[in-house]
């Protein structure tokens, strides 16, 4: 069973890996993402949300709902640690014996 599991994760991987031979490459100022999404949120943030820090425009006007729901996933995640982490006292009373 784990080698099972090794195979799919390493060919899971390489598929992952072979997915990111196209994408331009890293910092490089003719990638679409720096020639036409950068310039417009550069030129356009500060009449468009009326917020001086650009940061703070994108995060928290372009990109609201998505910041949102990561701090609910973030928050979520914290719970679930906590509650599989937390002994009650029943727990720590059965040990001890």
Known sequence: MKALALFTTLVTGAVLLYGTMDFPAFGDPQSPASTHISAYF??????????????TAVLGDYRGYDTMFETVV???AGLAVISVLRRKKSDKEDSRS
């Not at 550069?42 to 940061?55: C, M």
């Open 74 to 76: 973030i928050y979520c």
């Open 42 to 55: 550069i030129e356009e943030a500060v009449h468009e949300t009326h917020v001086p820090n650009l940061v």
